[in-house]
């Protein structure tokens, strides 16, 4: 082999070296299931972490906004030793460029598109991951409207997550005819781990609800600043995202070990 041939096969070596970890880091795999009453769901899976036991979180999003929401937080995730499904559920929009097609269908279906309308979808994501692609661990993790429902998940239906994650939930539900108290009705009945954070203004929204939750089963966190509402709360364009991550990674590590 020439020196002039050894150099290229070294550089192009080295190319496919310093690719690897973007190509590891390529986009997610946009997939459908059906919901419950056969609504087509779609969501982004991002699953590189190829170990069968690694845990899954399934990543639910806020009022009128979309899967778009989770595009640079389930990618940390995953470097945390997490696959990610980020979820469209009926009840949403769009957000960063991404719009939300189960709502889209939804409408176009003459389906409900309220907050508690999405409670099927929320179900059936988690029951997919489940049956699917989760070997270990299926982690719920919701933000705001979706927080408070996988907190009633959770107490309603155990077998769906052995945890949740929840980005500023409340008892948002008096427009669809719920009990005020509809949430934290469920949340007595926790049996699994759970971690609740949003902006320190917020706190009074999910107090009532962290109350109920069964003790020995529960964390929260409350920045030192205003905060964000939801899960944008882990938004890198905010300066105090770094103390959620130092949370939500703190909570997590429990469920990689």
């Not at 994650?165 to 699994?192: H, M, Q």
């Amino acid at each position: 082999m020439t020196k002039c041939k050894m150099i290229v096969l070294v550089s192009t070596l080295l190319l496919a070296i310093a690719v690897a970890p973007s190509a590891l880091a390529a986009g997610p795999a946009t997939v459908t299931f059906s919901s419950t009453d056969g609504l087509v769901i779609t969501a982004d899976l991002y699953a590189p972490n190829e170990d069968p036991a690694a845990p899954y979180i399934v990543l639910f999003h806020q009022a009128r906004w979309s899967r778009g929401e989770y595009l640079e937080i389930a990618p940390r995730l995953n470097g945390l030793g997490f696959n990610c499904l980020a979820v469209d559920l009926r009840s949403g929009g769009e957000v960063n460029g991404v719009d939300n097609e189960t709502f889209k269908r939804a409408e176009a279906a003459g389906k409900g598109t309220g907050y508690t309308d999405a409670l099927p979808d929320m179900e059936a994501s988690l029951a997919w991951v489940r049956k699917n692609h989760a070997k270990g661990k299926v982690i719920a993790w919701g933000s705001s409207y979706s927080a408070a429902l996988v907190l009633r998940i959770a107490g309603e239906k155990p077998d769906l997550a052995d945890a949740v994650l929840a980005f500023a939930p409340g008892e948002y539900f008096s427009e669809d005819s719920k009990p005020e108290t509809w949430v934290a009705d469920a949340a007595r009945k926790i049996t699994v781990p759970v971690f609740i954070t949003s902006a320190r203004a917020e706190k009074p929204n999910w107090a009532p609800l962290f109350a109920a939750i069964p003790d020995g089963k529960k964390t929260s966190y409350l920045p030192e600043s205003d905060g964000n509402h939801g899960s944008r709360a882990l938004w890198k364009e905010f300066d105090d995202s770094p103390g959620y991550w130092e949370a939500v990674s703190g909570f997590l590590a429990a469920f990689t070990k």
